[in-house]
């Protein structure tokens, strides 16, 4: 073989050689770099749906559930918290939810999907803070929940009182019925 093949052949092989080199660093670059667009596992959970078992919760009782770092409340109303909702319409804000935050099936009078079970985000809309249950039905107030932090009071269905500071209704996230005693919140279980 000439020395001119020979360097030929060596060139060829050089460069092929070379070519799968970069190749195979390239791919190990890319993978790392790619795989540290998707969020975290941590990420993932932090956005996911959460069940809640409510199979045990008894009328007048409120459950809270953590989903994506807020507290959300499901309630289980009696029959004394149902019949105030219609008797406290004129001293409320906002009492068909038009300027509030819910999906198209909570709109309506209970702002939720059942009349006696309510889910809804337990932050003020004023400032954040996190309003405390008041089930107790007194001459001043109908129940349902008072802000300690600047006054708010909202009703039974999470609708806010005229006059105070909150400018808007409790926010109802999506969630669904899995079956009678189980919610899924985060979800609005439709196709």
């Not at 190990?28 to 975290?40: G, M």
């Not at 405390?132 to 039974?156: L, N, V």
């Not at 609708?159 to 969630?175: E, F, I, Q, S």
Request: glycine share 8%; proline share 7%; aromatic share 10%.
């Amino acid at each position: 073989m000439s020395s001119e093949a020979a360097d030929s052949n060596r060139r060829r092989f050089l460069t092929a050689a070379t070519v799968v080199v970069g190749a195979v660093g390239t791919v190990a670059t890319a993978v790392p770099f790619l795989a540290s667009w998707e969020p975290s596992a941590r990420a993932r959970t932090a956005g996911a749906p959460v069940v809640a078992d409510i199979s045990k919760l008894e009328p007048g009782q409120l459950i809270i559930v953590k989903w994506r770092g807020k507290p959300v409340w499901v309630v289980r109303r009696d029959a004394k918290a149902l019949a105030t909702l219609s008797e406290v319409t004129d001293m409320l804000r906002d009492p068909d939810s038009n300027e509030s935050i819910q999906p198209p099936y909570a709109k309506n009078e209970y702002r939720s999907r059942e009349s006696e079970y309510l889910v809804m985000v337990g932050i003020c809309t004023h400032l954040g803070c996190s309003p405390s249950y008041r089930p107790e039905i007194t001459a001043d107030f109908k129940g349902g929940f008072f802000c300690p932090c600047h006054g708010s009071m909202f009703d039974f269905a999470g609708r806010v009182y005229k006059g105070v500071p909150a400018p808007t209704n409790l926010t109802v996230p999506d969630y669904y019925f899995v079956t009678d005693g189980v919610v899924e919140i985060g979800k609005s279980g439709e196709a």
